[in-house]
């Protein structure tokens, strides 16, 4: 069994950054963040496979940067010029065999998540 656990959620003004953490017990092939709001599904936000590649949802391309660190196990999210609507629970999760797809059943191992809170 994968544990994850992430760290980094909070307040902020918009505009400003936050920075995510989520620490894997192993290394494993997949990584993704999901976020969810109150009374809506999960959307996938942006995914990292070991190899290097990367995925994006539109709503955060170009203001959203995804990391991994295979030394540490840790995958990151680098979160610029946030937005009121990127206010959510923010969730990491992880697959050992496929990559790169939104679909939430290919994610066998999920974090507690971390709340993002993005004021006007």
């Known amino acids: 069994q994968v544990q994850l656990v992430e760290s980094g959620g909070g307040s902020v003004q918009g505009g400003g950054s936050l920075r995510l953490s989520c620490t894997a017990s192993e290394d494993i092939y997949c990584m993704a963040w999901f976020r969810q709001v109150p009374r809506k599904g999960r959307e996938g936000v942006a995914i990292a496979a070991s190899r290097g590649g990367t995925r994006y949802s539109d709503s955060v391309k170009g203001r959203f940067t995804i990391s991994r660190d295979s030394a540490k196990n840790t995958l990151y999210l680098q979160m610029n010029r946030l937005k009121p609507e990127d206010t959510a629970m923010y969730y990491c999760?992880?697959?050992?065999?496929?990559?790169?797809?939104?679909?939430?059943?290919?994610?066998?191992?999920w974090g507690q998540g971390t709340q993002v809170t993005v004021s006007s």
């Open positions: 999760a992880a697959d050992r065999r496929r990559c790169g797809l939104w679909d939430l059943n290919q994610y066998n191992y």
